[in-house]
Nanobody, 115 residues
Framework: VQLVESGGGLVQPGGSLRLSCAAS????????MGWYRQAPGTERELVAR???????YYADSVKGRFSISRDNAKRTVHLQMSSLKPEDTALYYC??????????WGQGTQVTVSS
């Protein structure tokens, strides 16, 4: 199983970034796919999820600004982030979990929001 994130970087407040996660080694359609983030000195927190049913979940802190999408055929999940704030600065992790609670993590991609 492999999850490889990309798309992080430095962006000014109010800017946008699109994170991508490429998955391999498992049946993507059987897994909830999502993004977590962890800022220095804080616990890892759930940002967004895309369920196998097509539904989505967003943390209150990102509702209306972030959008998650998945493409099972391409084995990818994306996180479109807009109106970024300095408090969105964190290491963003791709996460997948199956109905039987098999769970996997990517290595993370850094997002820094600063002027």
């Amino acid at each position: 199983v492999q999850l490889v994130e990309s798309g992080g970087g430095l962006v000014q407040p109010g800017g946008s970034l699109r994170l991508s996660c490429a998955a391999s080694g498992f049946t993507v359609g059987d897994y909830t796919m999502g993004w977590y983030r962890q800022a220095p000195g804080t616990e890892r927190e759930l940002v967004a999820r895309a369920f196998t049913t097509g539904g989505t979940y967003y943390a209150d802190s990102v509702k209306g600004r972030f959008s998650i999408s998945r493409d099972n055929a391409k084995r990818t999940v994306h996180l479109q982030m807009s109106s970024l704030k300095p408090e969105d600065t964190a290491l963003y992790y791709c996460n997948v979990v199956s109905i039987s609670y098999n769970e996997y993590w990517g290595q993370g991609t850094q997002v820094t929001v600063s002027s």
